[in-house]
């Protein structure tokens, strides 16, 4: 399991633990007072005498390296912003497939559309719903209606008497 902090965090823990040695305090001391294990410390004191300093340095995370470059990656954020429509596309909802094909067409990368998603968070993109709305409908109207009809028949409704406290029983 990966230790808690960032690599710079973590290589600091380690030269820190080596300073500790360094003065005199055993392994198990050390471990103790920067709350880690003791064979770690020691794998690190054992990297020192193999390496010098290069041996506690913060190494890059490993992992696969990611399809697309930065660069690639800016390009995927343009074109969303343009719209589907300036890409090609007939309408202007983008979907993760859409997304691929665009990919797949410009840079030859193959991507699933299932993982369109997590690259476009690791863009700073979120999913968007296109609101269904009625091309007919007027706000204003509606705001009125609420204001005056709406209004006016809430304050009109008839009371039925008290309720009951379980909703399928009638109150005699």
Known sequence: MRPHGSP???EQRRF???ELLRQGLEPHVVAER??????SVRRWKR?????GKAGLKAQPASGRPPKLTAGQRRS????I???AEACGFPTALWTCRRIAQLIRQRFHVVYHPDHIGRLLRSCGLTPQRPQL???ERNDQRIRRWIQGEWSRAKKNFP???PASSASTKRVF
């Open 8 to 10: 710079t965090e973590l």
């Open 16 to 18: 820190r633990a080596l």
């Open 34 to 39: 920067l709350g880690v294990d003791r064979r």
């Open 47 to 51: 990297a020192y005498r193999r390496q």
């Open 76 to 79: 995927v954020v343009v074109w």
């Open 81 to 83: 912003l343009q719209g």
């Open 133 to 135: 709305r009625a091309q």
């Open 159 to 161: 009371a039925s008497g």
